[in-house]
């Protein structure tokens, strides 16, 4: 990473404290900036005291700044988990409008280089399958998940009014589906639900029979992808994911396996708007990046679970 100084925004959640460590340990100085609505202190806490980092409550959806040069701003705060979303629903619509506005603003005012952290979830249910970064999506603007798709598809658009007015060095990455360490147990989303379901033993809840799909990329993978993403020229959009397409139904049977759990899967509603398919075309990661995940599912999964059994078996501890 050559960047000398990076802006995080959203840098105390899941991806953003990986993102974090990972510049970091590659030599940068970090800001992080978040408000802690779905985020926490905690995901960055061992990073706390290093002379190269600095955390920032804030609120990007107010005035931001940030004293002294800038060379990169990585735009990753939002709520991520259709739990979080549809319990946080303007707020989420805020930080993708007034946030975007702002973090881009700020790279502008530091002559920065901006990389907004977009979404599979711009495709919405898709006709397309694979997607590729030439698809528009099929999304439902007046839906509950809208709060999430739209905000990410307005600041797409934003992204680009001001690379295109203002000459602005940027670069759009839509994430699918990435998972590891760090996610909150309750946070919604398949993975750590079906993992906090099979440690501890209750049943593992698939919604609808289970045959609609995801792709789910490791967390190391998809921070490799988007620094070099940042690191490069291109402009982007381009899809950051891995391709190992699986059904709901495998993927919770993969988990129960490989935690030995005996938990029985129990079928439950399936949400709104919940897309059937979803899996990147990556090859434009390929070609323009030289990207491709290296980390296979199974192993992804295990990372994640001895992850999830340690922060399981520490806060079920007794206080002394």
């Known amino acids: ?33 978040d408000n802690f609505l779905t985020g926490g202190p905690g995901n960055v806490e061992h990073l706390l005291g290093r002379p190269r980092f600095r955390l920032v409550e804030c ?21 991520a988990s259709p739990a979080d979303y549809l319990r ?14 702002h973090a881009l603003g700020l790279a502008r005012e530091k002559g920065a280089r901006f990389v907004l952290a977009s979404t599979s979830e ?25 709060v999430y ?45 079906f993992v906090r379901q099979a440690v501890t033993g209750e049943p593992i809840t698939v919604t609808g029979d289970g045959s609609q ?19 490069s020229g291109f402009a982007g959009p381009v899809n950051i994911g891995n391709p190992a397409e699986m059904s709901m139904l495998r993927l919770a049977t993969l988990i129960r396996d490989l935690t030995g759990s005996s938990s029985p899967i129990r079928f439950v509603e399936r949400p709104v708007d919940d ?3 979803r899996r990147p075309d990556t090859s434009l990661a390929a070609r323009a990046l030289g990207w491709r995940p290296e980390v296979d599912v199974a192993t992804g999964l295990r990372r994640t679970i001895a992850w999830f059994e340690g922060e399981l078996l520490r806060k079920d501890r007794p206080a002394s």
């Not at 000398?4 to 100085?29: M, P, Q």
């Not at 990007?60 to 990585?74: E, I, Q, R, S, Y």
């Not at 699918?176 to 639900?193: E, L, Q, S």
Request: glycine share 10%; aromatic share 8%; net charge neutral.
């Open 1 to 33: 990473m050559s960047a000398r100084r990076v802006v995080v925004t959203g840098g105390a959640g899941f991806l953003g404290s990986h993102l974090c460590e990972r510049l970091l340990a590659e030599g940068a100085s970090v800001v992080c900036m």
């Open 275 to 277: 897309p059937a398919v």
């Open 122 to 146: 711009v495709y919405g249910d898709p006709l397309e399958h694979p997607q590729r970064e030439t698809y528009w999506g099929n999304v439902n603007p007046v839906g509950p998940r809208s």
């Open 213 to 231: 799909t995801r792709s789910i990329c490791y967390v190391d993978d998809t921070v490799g992808g988007v620094l070099k993403l940042a690191a």
């Open 59 to 79: 609120d990007l959806t107010g005035f931001v700044h940030v004293p002294g040069a800038v060379d990169l701003v990585l735009h990753f705060a939002s709520a």
């Open 149 to 193: 798709d739209e905000a990410k598809r307005f600041a797409e658009s934003l992204t680009t009014a001001y690379r295109a007015s203002h000459g602005l060095d940027t670069a759009i990455v839509r994430i699918f589906n990435t998972y590891g360490p760090r996610m909150r147990p309750y946070d919604g989303r398949a993975v750590p639900t």
């Open 88 to 101: 946080h629903p303007i707020a989420t619509l805020k930080v993708g409008s007034l946030g975007t506005l």
